[in-house]
């Protein structure tokens, strides 16, 4: 793995913007094309993306610019997942077709990864924009149009403390696809342990969180791309509303346990899912998909009630420890 950086595309069907997105690449790299590679992963487009592909394969013919197309269309998911898979450089940035990025972004992260060697997780801080009201967007919890509120540019914190932070705050920051640049082996190897990670709409924060607790962690202060609300891909899935909310936020938080973080973490973000969660978008589904949502639903709730006698359980134990902290076999029970 000679160069440093992939800067990976996936697109389906927006060759328009696709061009847009590679003549600004083509800008912002100059000057270090020698430490990235392109790549550019074509979901079985059926407008002029191969067109558009081949031309600035031309353009850039001093670039490595490497892409495939799908027989197929795969979904957007696995669409992003083949893309970090592809990726044989140190570290793999894989960006929106639409997501409007600073010049300035693509040295930073070269630069950071060149400084940090056991980098393996870097959060670009992003804005927020509706696209219909071109009005500022940013999660409740937070304050500014800045969406994570935590930097850690010398990247000496707790990877998986500053990850819990972040996610708590607003999970839309965690699986924003463009914020994110992982370390290329420690992300292959979370999804060699979860490979049907392709199948859960949530799953990047999975990825970050895996990334987060394996090497060190970066968030940046300044804010180095846009994320344009309303255009998702996700909001155009009719059953991604109930699954995001009733069972992959969740699914995720599990694996997230499997893999070292803490079962009361894990378990208050689930009851915070919980709480969080839009009823009205489970009766929808009821009307439309009875049985599905119902299950969904059951799983979620049986789910939830777990988790709220392991947040008892736990305080219970705590106030046992405190009153009698030479028990040690409570201590370890925790644990």
Known sequence: MNKLLTIAIPTYNRAEL?????????QAIKGIESECEIFVSDNC?????????????EILS?????????????????????????????YVWTIGDDDPIQDRAVP??????????????????FSGRNKITGEPVHPPTIVGNRWFDIDSEDGNGDGKAIFEHC???????????????YRTDIVQRALQIWPNA????ISLAYLAGFCAANGRTIVTKDT????????????????????MQYKHTSEVLMKLEENGYS?????????????DANFKVFLGALRRWPVFALQTALLFFALVSLSAFDIMAAKNIEIVETNNPSTSRLRKYQQ
């Open 18 to 26: 696709l061009d847009k997105q590679l003549a600004w690449l083509a």
């Open 45 to 57: 487009s059926t407008d002029n993306t191969q067109e558009v592909i081949k031309k600035w394969q």
């Open 62 to 90: 001093h670039v490595t610019f490497k892409s495939s197309r799908h027989p197929e269309n795969l979904g957007v998911m696995k669409n992003i997942i083949h893309c970090i898979k592809s990726a044989t450089t140190k």
């Open 108 to 125: 930073y992260v070269i630069t950071k990864i060149k400084q940090h060697p056991d980098l393996s997780l870097l959060f670009l801080n």
């Open 167 to 181: 996610f708590a705050k607003s999970i839309g920051a965690v699986i924003f696809l463009t914020a994110s640049i």
């Open 198 to 201: 392709a199948d859960n709409w």
């Open 224 to 243: 180095y791309l846009e994320c344009v609300v309303g255009v998702s891909y996700w909001q155009k899935e009719p059953r991604s509303a109930l699954l």
């Open 263 to 275: 079962k009361l973490f894990c378990r208050q973000m689930i009851l915070k899912s919980f709480k």
